[in-house]
């Protein structure tokens, strides 16, 4: 069970440390210490609420599929994550991965959540990583195994956004050296790595 809540966890941060529009909204206001809790909060609960529905739509919907295919579904599972792995090991390469805050007004609490409900809902990464992916993933654990995995995936969004959140205002002077950004990339693309090496295990690719 430890495994399957480990795989959901380190997974789930794993996805979500891309640097986005989101990431970006949450650190901005992080660091001007302005409704820092309830975007944390929102950004969380949303990432848990996609990735529940996720593991336990597929698994509804799809099991037959899942039972028939979970070779090909792993196989290309473990490809997608050996891309993101490529990505970030591509970053670790770069001279220019810093990141650059702008010091924009702030609104009130109603027109903030509103402005991150569209970076959040109408971002169509969210879905695929969330959704797709984890959901996807899921499938190889059963039972209190898939209750694990989704905990720890969903565990991963709450401590993500409540430290970037209140870690922000400490993260200014780690976000602007472009060493530490390589050194993030780094860390990332070899847990994508491993993640992708199971699964392409699980479904008998290698």
């Known amino acids: 069970m430890l495994i399957a809540f480990a795989t959901g966890f380190f997974l789930g941060i794993s996805l979500i440390f891309a640097i986005g529009a989101q990431n970006v909204f949450v650190l901005r ?106 959901g996807s993933i899921a499938q190889q654990f059963s039972g209190d195994l898939k209750i694990a995995f989704t905990i720890g995936a969903s565990l991963a969004s709450f401590v993500f956004f409540f430290g970037l959140s209140y870690g922000a205002k400490f993260l200014k002077p780690f976000m602007s050296n472009p060493l530490s950004w390589r050194i993030l990339d780094g860390v990332i693309a070899i847990i994508m790595f491993s993640i992708a090496f199971k699964l392409a295990s699980e479904g008998n690719w290698i």
Do not use: E
């Open 29 to 134: 206001h992080g660091i001007l210490q302005q409704h820092v809790f309830y975007i944390a909060l929102f950004c969380a609960i949303s990432d848990a609420a996609l990735i529940t529905l996720g593991v336990t739509g597929i698994s509804y919907f799809f099991n037959n599929f899942v039972d028939k295919f979970s070779s090909l579904l792993f196989g290309i599972s473990s490809i997608w994550l050996s891309c993101y792995g490529i990505i970030r090991l591509m970053g670790v390469f770069k001279s220019n991965s810093a990141i650059n805050i702008d010091q924009t007004k702030v609104n009130g609490l109603l027109t903030t959540l509103s402005s991150l409900f569209i970076l959040t809902f109408a971002n169509p990464h969210v879905y695929l990583d969330t959704v797709v992916l984890i």
